[in-house]
């Protein structure tokens, strides 16, 4: 069964700092990785979506890359501001298979704190 | 504006005592999910559809039904809800299981069982 984790589960950085964000799966087989964020009491808004052919994908400030084989995902963002403070969460969705042609698994999620 | 719509968006309630949970989207997607979210176990899969009467369960489908017989509506039912299930409910949409298409969510219910 396909496990994603996110580590550290809370982060604090200064404003201005880059951000380095980190989700890792035990099963190699997916479709593709999502990035969201998530503000206190709200819903999930999304930031990136990378499929498995892909190396990486860029949005502004934000950066995500794929290793498939080693089963990482990295979310940058650069030059972090206060608005940045949110908790955010990858999901996995495995390749297409009779039990799992539509799950998507997510991580707990890292919560980052961007301080003046 | 596109959107998914849950109702309501608090619910407090006690043990034993059915409940519904609304989910609407107005983008003609074909696929449809909910998940949980509870402290430090992210969120998990209840049951998804792929389309109108086509549904599965997800990881955590124990003390859930759900039903589709119209595209844009997606209810969670909780037909004894007991204390364990006091979460944050979120429903997704998305247009097919096919392609590259994200996965849009709902403003979430948060569902305390006394």
């Known amino acids: 069964k396909q496990e994603v984790t996110q580590i550290p589960a809370a982060l604090s950085v200064p404003e201005g700092e880059n951000l380095v964000l980190n989700c890792s799966f035990t099963?190699?087989?997916?479709?593709?990785l999502q990035w969201f964020r998530q503000d206190p009491g709200k819903g999930l808004t999304s930031l990136l979506l990378i499929q498995s052919s892909q190396r990486e994908q860029t949005s502004g400030r934000l950066n995500a890359s794929l290793d498939k084989s080693s089963g990482r995902s990295t979310l940058y963002i650069a030059a972090s501001q206060p608005g940045d403070s949110a908790t955010y969460l990858c999901a996995v969705r495995p390749v297409f298979s009779t039990d799992s042609w539509g799950k998507f698994q997510f991580g707990a999620g890292t919560q980052v704190v961007v301080t003046p | 504006e596109a959107q998914v719509t849950q109702n309501p968006r608090y619910l407090i309630t006690v043990t034993g005592k059915k409940l519904t949970v609304t989910c609407s989207q107005n983008?003609?997607?074909?696929?449809m999910s909910w998940y949980r979210q509870d402290p430090g176990l992210g969120l998990r899969q209840i049951y998804y559809?792929?389309?109108?009467?086509?549904?599965d369960k997800g990881d955590v489908p124990e003390g859930y039904k759900v039903s589709r017989k119209e595209k844009r509506n997606f209810p969670l039912i909780l037909e004894s809800p007991s204390p364990n299930q006091t979460s944050l409910y979120f429903c997704a949409s998305r247009p097919g299981l096919a392609g590259s298409y994200e996965q849009y969510f709902g403003p979430g219910t948060r569902l305390t069982v006394t």
């Open positions: 099963d190699s087989a997916i479709y593709n």
């Open positions: 983008m003609n997607h074909e696929y």
């Open positions: 559809s792929m389309n109108v009467e086509v549904t």
